[in-house]
């Protein structure tokens, strides 16, 4: 699944440019435009453009020549150039959904779907998985953050899209989906076979250490995370320990609203969380602490990343780094550092698009090469296999240590 931070549910249906072509546009002989230059206007929107039409309309006119039965499929070469419109912009986050598509897209924002239960992107135009959550079936699996899907099923991921992919390896629970997986440290690619369930997103783990260590496990930034931190923070107080462990690895992110307001516990109101930089588009919004600040500088706090650790969780870390309120313990974050806003097309089709990425209180930009840990450590294979989680025991040697 592909999962974007800050969801902007528009009532406003907008008009794509193709669908306000269609519109308001003089046609000439043999439906070519009479004219290079665009202008439209309606109600909501303008839309006016030097480019040159033309060449639309004779691909147009030669598929309904010469393509059997390409009369009774204009509704699919509509949804076709708005998607060719779309992936022009050579961003794997903006997406045109069709009727189907945003179907699926909709019941994975909600939280329950059928499928493996793992996150996806494009890295270095590879499909990539961030992480798998936990206890789900790509995590039984053995599904790690960083797995190149080079397959799916007999399907080459070269080329494919995130939503495409995605809808491939979806499918109806008890049914079985192949990936054919390139693994840092294999020779060769592995074939994993996984069989698919009703995956339900998990959210939070609290426990006290016998060492006095406080560890909260966050899986997501989901709708009800944030009132879930709460209650964790409540515990950890209760706990009367001063030793806070964050784990964020694996956690691939969720809604902005849910990592401000985890932030806003340790920083005084009105610091800034996160800037989101518009370009030359619009001024940057910044988004600022609400100012529980309930902890002193004797906190002990310690964040958990990786690889699989993306969007909200590099939000939230990366705010607790800038400040000095916390030290990031692991290896680097992933690199997903842009907003995507989910608008209406139609009442059954949506457009995902980019609109802005995202900075940290030091303005360093996370989509350029995620967030770097304080204390690195290396996951190796021989860890792996014996087991052995050496982030998390450096992590517990140093708060232990008192040396933070």
């Known amino acids: 699944m592909q999962k974007f931070l800050k969801e902007r549910w528009s009532a406003v249906i907008i008009l794509s440019?193709?669908?306000?072509?269609?519109?308001?546009?003089?046609?000439?002989?043999?439906?070519?435009p009479a004219i290079d230059k665009v202008s439209l206007v309606n109600k909501e929107t303008q839309v006016e453009t030097e480019a040159d039409f033309a060449p639309f309309w004779k691909v147009w006119n030669i598929i309904n020549e010469k393509y059997p039965k390409a009369d009774k499929i204009?509704?699919?070469?509509?949804?076709?150039?708005?998607?060719?419109?779309?992936?022009?912009?050579?961003?794997?986050?903006?997406?045109?959904?069709?009727?189907?598509e945003a179907k699926l897209f909709e019941e994975e924002i909600a939280g329950n779907f059928t499928g493996v239960g793992m996150e996806v992107s494009i890295k270095d135009k590879i499909l990539t998985v961030i992480a798998p959550l936990k206890d789900t079936p790509a995590y039984k699996a053995d599904i790690r953050p960083g797995d190149k899907i080079l397959k799916i099923d007999k399907t080459i991921t070269a080329g494919l899209s995130i939503e495409k992919a995605i809808k491939l390896i979806r499918g109806e629970k008890g049914t079985t989906v192949t990936l054919t997986i390139a693994r840092e440290g294999e020779k060769e690619p592995l074939e994993i076979?996984?069989?698919?369930?009703?995956?339900?997103?998990?959210?939070?783990?609290?426990?006290?250490?016998?060492?006095?260590?406080?560890?909260?496990?966050?899986?997501?930034?989901?709708?009800?995370?944030?009132?879930?931190?709460?209650?964790?923070?409540?515990?950890?107080?209760?706990?009367?320990?001063?030793?806070l462990l964050l784990d964020l690895r694996g956690n691939p992110g969720g809604y902005l609203n849910a990592a401000v307001d985890m932030a806003s516990w340790f920083l005084p109101k009105g610091k800034i969380v996160v800037t989101e930089d518009y370009g030359n588009n619009r001024e940057p919004e910044v988004f600022r602490s609400k100012g529980y600040a309930i902890f002193n500088d004797k906190l002990k706090f310690l964040i958990l990343i990786d690889g699989g650790s993306a969007s909200a969780s590099e939000i939230l870390a990366g705010a607790m780094q800038d400040y000095g309120r916390a030290k990031l313990v692991g290896s680097p974050s992933f690199g997903k550092g842009s907003v995507q806003e989910a608008i209406k097309v139609t009442s059954d089709?949506?457009?995902?698009?980019?609109?802005?990425?995202?900075?940290?209180?030091?303005?360093?930009?996370?989509?350029?090469?995620?967030?770097?840990?304080?204390?690195?450590?290396?996951?190796?294979?021989?860890?792996?296999?014996?087991?052995?989680?050496?982030?998390?025991?450096?992590?517990?040697?140093?708060?232990?240590?008192?040396?933070?």
Do not use: C, M
Not at 17 to 32: E, P, S
Not at 218 to 231: D, H, I, P
């Open 193 to 243: 076979k996984i069989v698919r369930d009703t995956i339900d997103i998990p959210t939070i783990d609290t426990e006290k250490r016998p060492d006095g260590i406080f560890v909260i496990k966050l899986y997501s930034f989901s709708a009800n995370s944030a009132s879930l931190f709460r209650n964790a923070i409540k515990s950890f107080v209760d706990s009367r320990s001063d030793k």
């Open 74 to 100: 204009d509704q699919e070469k509509i949804y076709g150039a708005i998607a060719g419109l779309v992936d022009s912009l050579d961003d794997p986050y903006s997406v045109f959904f069709t009727p189907d």
């Open 17 to 32: 440019v193709l669908g306000a072509f269609f519109w308001g546009v003089h046609v000439g002989a043999n439906n070519v």
């Open 349 to 404: 089709t949506l457009l995902k698009i980019t609109v802005a990425k995202w900075l940290t209180p030091n303005e360093n930009s996370i989509s350029e090469k995620g967030l770097t840990p304080d204390y690195p450590v290396e996951v190796t294979k021989k860890d792996l296999e014996n087991k052995k989680d050496a982030q998390l025991e450096k992590a517990v040697e140093l708060l232990l240590s008192g040396k933070l």
